[in-house]
């Protein structure tokens, strides 16, 4: 069985706990932990775990809200850290002492029994990547932070039966809102973060009847609000709206199991 739970999503941090089980052997692996130590071993605490049940972390791209404690976290339980050598030599190329995994797009890492399929997207950071999550019979995407939707980022989400999928902002709100011109340029941007409208035409794209969860993620607490992207997400999936699941800053979402 394939499960997953954000452990909190937006501007602030980033994490997503993704749970294989198999005939009594579970693998685990975290992709991104964009908090302090503190706060990410709180989290996990809450989803009923602690650091040392993680197999690997993942890191999608080095913005301080996925990174977050990730080298720290790798020292202390000696957990194997998994990004592309972008993120890496954008983070200053810090020693990982062997537990350091190069990920790089269409080369798939095996976590226990989950494999990991990464593929590049469009986004402002070095050589950013998001990712499908796989036990062989199921499989979860995870987009979080995209510019734009590219047919080869819609490729590789084709099928899956989960999506966690970054609905960051409302145009309107961002475009009334008090961020600086650059800021708003850079968010609404091919290569900042999607609006609920694209995010809305990608879910729309993805979905098929084996679809069975998609979750928004990263919304801005500016420039957006959770009853804006579930309507959009109840449009795009032809669903009631308050089936539409948010994952919040505080607290992500629940176990969801695919
Ligand atoms: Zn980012
Ligand atoms: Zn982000």
Redesign the pocket.
Known sequence: MLRFRSLGSG?TG?ATLVESSVGGRTSRLLIDC?FGLRQLDARLAQAGLSATDIDAVFIT?E?G??IGCAHALSQRHRIRVCMSEGTWLATGAPAFEGRLHLARDGADIEVGDITVQPFTVPHDAREPLQLRCTDGARTLGVL??LGHATPYVLERLAGVQALLLEFNHDVDLLAGSGYPAFLKARVGGNYG?LSNAAAAQIARAVRHPGLRHVVAA?LSEQNNRPEIVRRAMAEALDASESEMLTATAAGGSPWLDL
Do not use: I, R
């Open positions: 501007s980033n964009g791209h913005h809200d996925h979080t932070d973060h990263h």
